[in-house]
């Protein structure tokens, strides 16, 4: 027989509910913070990673005195955008991978490793955080400026990502291996 001072244990179907909506509060306030914090993290690896490209070319035109690209390809006005198949054949050459007969080679004929990314492969494809392709603006006439949208930067190539927005004139989105905020 039950007597009326002993009480039931155990949360009731109220408070569980209070303390469930209490966790979709916080987790929804949570999650735009978190995706903010992953974008971020996106910009600078993209950053880094386009820094990275720019210092394996001014470093391969040091030791060769040209740029990664065929010579007949060189020569222009340094202000177009490399196609996607000239930024892979860049990539390739400063990958120089040993194996196989690499276009690369006969650019890099030491096949020194200039350039070592987690995601460039052999065909010289790198992608950025967003699984677009880099691409590059190189100082074809060979006066140390590349000129990119209106803009006069002092180096031998200019690495750009069209960050999130895929777009690479939003120079907002524009990650670029230099400051493109002169």
Do not use: C
Not at 37 to 44: F, G, H, L, S
Not at 103 to 110: A, T, V
Not at 155 to 182: E, F, K, P, Y
């Amino acid at each position: 027989m039950k007597t009326k001072t002993q009480t039931k244990k155990g949360f009731t179907l109220i408070e569980m509910l209070v303390v469930i909506a209490i966790i979709a509060i916080l987790a929804g306030l949570l999650f735009p913070a978190i995706g903010k914090a992953m974008e971020t993290a996106k910009r600078n690896k993209a950053g880094a990673e386009a820094r990275s490209i720019s210092v394996a070319i001014t470093q391969f035109y040091s030791d060769y005195n040209y740029l990664p690209m065929p010579l007949a390809a060189q020569g222009g006005d340094g202000n177009q955008i490399l196609s996607d198949g000239e930024s892979r054949s860049v990539i390739q050459t400063l990958i120089a991978e040993p194996a196989g007969a690499n276009s690369g080679h006969q650019l890099n004929p030491r096949r020194t490793v200039y350039l070592q990314m987690e995601n460039a492969t052999a065909s010289g494809e790198a992608f950025d955080p967003w699984g677009i392709q880099y691409h590059m603006v190189l100082d074809y006439n060979w006066d140390g400026i590349v000129q990119y949208q209106g803009h006069s930067y002092r180096t031998r190539a200019l690495v750009l990502s069209s960050g999130r927005s895929r777009n690479l004139n939003n120079l907002q989105d524009n990650i670029a291996s230099l400051n493109l905020q002169n």
